[in-house]
């Protein structure tokens, strides 16, 4: 398994997956969440809602799929980051669990390269170096990593850009 490191928008991003920082409704938000559903149209939410019907929604840690309606992308995993407060251990539980949980729908559905966001460290105030290195240990560390060709981190601001260079190239 590959790593790459991107800044950019990640709605434009063309790979077989892209992961949505979701919440628990599955019915879209601010940030990553409102840009993926705004770009990708309807049919996400659509299938959104069939998901919410089945079992209600999608909780903290855990992940879904969709397709990725008019965006480039094949499908968007969406999985719902932790909001960053009370139990700090916890909640960096919950946080691997994003990242685990979308590896592993992605080798259930066969994708190869899938793009993350900065999960958890917009709205929900994750401090970003610790959710970078979250992020990187939790990829690193998966056990069927053989079946993925690569992951692209995908950062929006600057500040996670640079942390997660700084940990990617000297801490090899
Ligand atoms: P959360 O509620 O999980 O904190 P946010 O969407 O508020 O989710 O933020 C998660 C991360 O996604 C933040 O680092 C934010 O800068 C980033 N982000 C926002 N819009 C985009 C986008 N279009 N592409 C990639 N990352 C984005």
């Known amino acids: ?9 990640i709605t434009e991003i063309n790979v077989d997956a892209i992961v949505n920082a979701a919440n628990t409704s599955l019915f879209g938000g601010g940030g990553v969440d409102g840009a993926i559903h705004r ?4 049919v996400i939410l659509e299938e959104c809602i069939q998901i919410r019907n089945r ?3 999608c909780k903290t840690g855990e992940a879904v799929i969709t397709n990725a309606g008019n965006l480039p ?3 968007v995993i969406h999985t719902v980051g932790p909001v960053w407060n009370g139990d700090k251990e916890e909640k960096s539980k919950l946080l691997a669990d994003c990242y685990e949980n979308s590896l592993n729908l ?3 559905n066969g994708i190869k390269i899938i ?4 999960i958890s460290t917009g ?5 970003k170096d610790k959710a970078a290195e979250i992020a990187i240990k939790t990829v690193k560390d998966f056990d069927k990593s053989s079946q993925i060709d690569k992951v692209i981190f995908v950062c929006f601001d600057d500040e996670n850009y640079e942390i997660y260079k700084e940990i990617l190239e000297n801490h090899e």
């Open 123 to 127: 709205i929900y105030h994750f401090p």
């Open 39 to 42: 770009k990708g149209g309807k």
């Open 106 to 108: 992605a080798v259930e």
């Open 1 to 9: 398994m590959k790593i790459e490191l991107l800044k950019a928008d």
């Open 73 to 75: 992308s094949k499908f």
């Open 55 to 57: 079992q209600g929604g």
């Open 115 to 118: 793009a993350f966001p900065n």
